[in-house]
């Protein structure tokens, strides 16, 4: 059972007065829900708040009437009611679930949690952490700025977990599965490991064969997720930062690796990580029997997008596809800002620039970069209504959204 309520946070850490905020049971991030892969997540949402709300569970592949989109998928659930969600997840990973009514106002006060589906067959590693990292605008009291649909200024509070910083105890030669979730409403979040080699082994919840992060970071939009395996091989006692690259023209800290002084897990590090067990994912995409979309973004809303202001309208279906079909859509950003876009209830492949290929690796959220065109590949397999969603990077509007129907 959840509870959507007012409640506090220690976000600026110290002595500092906490700042109030909505949270799943009154906190941020909410619980931590923990299922097996194949397993049933039951949770009652109840409703606290002097607003409606519904919850979307981001990046599970569930049944469309589970998926929390108002208006779409399921009506919004009134201050006072209930509303129960089942699903079986099918997929192991690193997920969240946030608010989606109000996105902007309700993610920015805190109503979002983590969601771990574990593998059948666990990897080898000796400690699973989780960072769930966000930017709070708040004002010089502590307290959480309104949204508004102008540009992102005041003060900016970077947290892991709700606190300005956090220490992470490890031995050396430790193995480490580091799970990331980029909780921000509008903000990249370049992270890097200083000192170490890290291995990135899933993305937004898939598995990827793993390869290091280039340069020791990962570069994660809102809603992005990156599992990374970490060996911890520098000296007993040593202290290892974990930063946030070029925020406000500068690093922050957001985390610590801090080695005990004298224990040591092993003798010598583990081999090079194995890839995580594949999840039931299309092994093939048919492209010559495709649809092919074209979306073009361009100022504040184009012919196929609608904004999502006040009660979340969706407008017309952006395109009907028979299930199973393979879907390109090609995202033109005839703009200079970023965009992030976020597919519901399926996972993409990114295509190649040149046509001959693409990622080796699969998403369910991506950047668009300005002036660029970004073409992406999902079989349509999950029958319903599905929505896309797209934010301007900066901004902490709600954005724009459009929806197609799996038949």
């Known amino acids: 059972m959840l509870r959507a309520r007012p409640g506090y946070a220690p976000l600026r850490g110290g002595e500092q007065t906490e700042t109030a905020i909505w949270g799943y049971d009154g906190r941020v991030p909410g619980p931590l829900l923990r299922i097996r892969q194949g397993e049933e997540l039951r949770t009652r949402l109840i409703n606290e708040l002097p607003q409606p709300t519904v919850i979307h569970w981001h990046g599970i592949r569930l049944p469309n009437a589970m998926d929390g989109v108002p208006h779409l ?21 690193t997920f969240w679930y946030h608010a989606h009514h109000y996105s902007s106002e309700q993610l920015a006060h805190g109503l979002y949690g983590p969601l771990i589906v574990d593998e059948r067959t666990p990897p080898e590693i000796d400690q699973d952490i989780l960072l769930v990292l ?17 540009a992102m200024d005041g003060p900016a509070h970077l947290t892991a977990n709700s606190r300005p910083r956090l220490d992470m105890p490890v031995a050396v030669n430790d193995r480490i599965r580091l799970r990331l979730i980029n909780a921000a409403s509008a903000r990249i979040m370049p992270v890097r490991i200083a000192g ?3 291995y990135v082994v899933a993305i937004d919840g898939q598995p990827a064969e793993p390869f290091p992060a280039d340069a020791s970071r990962v570069v994660l939009a809102p809603g992005n997720r990156a599992d990374l395996f970490i060996d911890a091989t520098s000296e007993p006692g040593s202290v290892t930062p974990i930063v946030i690259e070029d925020y406000g023209q500068r690093d922050v800290e957001i985390a610590r690796l801090v080695y005990d002084a004298q224990a ?4 010598n590090p583990l081999p090079a990580p194995r890839p995580l067990p594949d999840n039931p994912l299309p092994a093939r995409m048919a492209f010559t029997d495709a649809l092919r979309v074209e979306i073009p973004l361009e100022g504040a809303a184009t ?16 395109f009907r596809v028979r299930r199973g079909r393979t879907v390109v859509i090609a995202m033109s950003n005839r703009t200079v ?8 209830g399926h996972h993409f492949r990114l295509l190649d620039n040149l046509d001959d290929g693409w990622k080796p690796f699969w998403l369910d959220t991506v950047l668009i970069a300005p002036e660029r065109t970004t073409r992406i590949a999902f079989v349509a397999d999950n029958p319903g209504k599905w929505m896309i969603d797209y934010r301007r990077l900066g901004y902490q509007e709600t954005g724009m959204a459009a929806w197609f129907e799996v038949g």
Request: proline share 10%; aromatic share 8%; hydrophobic share 40%.
């Open 73 to 93: 998928t399921q009506p919004l659930i009134e201050s006072g009611k209930s509303f129960d969600y089942r699903f079986i997840a099918p997929d192991a990973g």
């Open 134 to 150: 966000d930017d709070w605008r708040l004002d010089a009291n502590g307290a959480i700025q309104e949204a508004s649909p102008g």
């Open 337 to 344: 800002f970023l965009h992030a876009m976020h597919l519901h």
């Open 303 to 318: 012919n196929a997008m609608v904004m999502r202001r006040g009660p979340d309208a969706a407008g017309p279906p952006l």
């Open 196 to 198: 170490h080699v890290p």
């Open 264 to 267: 040591r897990r092993r003798a």
